[in-house]
């Protein structure tokens, strides 16, 4: 039982990556990149800039070696949010999309709060980054963690 759950998300990662793989290269060919941000492949932002046309940076919450986690407005959805905009490279790339292949499947089956897993909303490629959305929360996983005394 447990294997099969495991061959299912595989298939539905390796689906996942293709599809978005397809996407990143079809919409980044249209944004300007920073030439730092291009030589660093992290993703420049401060506050108020604007990212993909819908989110307002209101701040950053932390970094980390896969990118960068910021509070933004999402001006659709008249909400705050969180935004983790990965590194644009390609062991970065992989693991954001096996992140997102498990989050999308959690979200799909239900019951992420029952999980104690933050709920994913959605994702996109912006300037070459992938980017995740999710709910805003009180705390990061770290300071979770160091609270606990792992």
């Not at 292949?101 to 992938?130: C, D, M, P, T, W």
Request: charge should be neutral; include cysteine.
């Amino acid at each position: 039982m447990e294997r099969e759950k495991h061959e299912e998300i595989s298939q539905f990662i390796k689906n996942l990556n293709s599809s978005v793989l397809s996407e990143s290269k079809s919409s980044s060919s249209t944004s300007k990149i920073d030439p730092k941000e291009k030589k660093s492949n992290i993703f420049y932002c401060q506050k108020s800039d604007h990212i993909a046309y819908r989110y307002e940076v209101i701040e950053e919450l932390g970094k980390g070696a896969f990118g960068r986690v910021l509070k933004v407005f999402d001006h659709k959805e008249k909400e705050e949010i969180a935004l983790k905009i990965l590194k644009a490279e390609d062991q970065f790339n992989e693991q954001g999309l096996n992140e997102m292949g498990v989050l999308k499947r959690i979200k799909e089956i239900g019951g992420a709060s029952e999980r104690n897993v933050v709920e994913y909303k959605q994702h996109f490629v912006f300037r070459e980054h992938i980017s995740f959305t999710f709910d805003l929360m009180d705390m990061n996983l770290y300071d979770v963690i160091k609270g606990r005394n792992f």
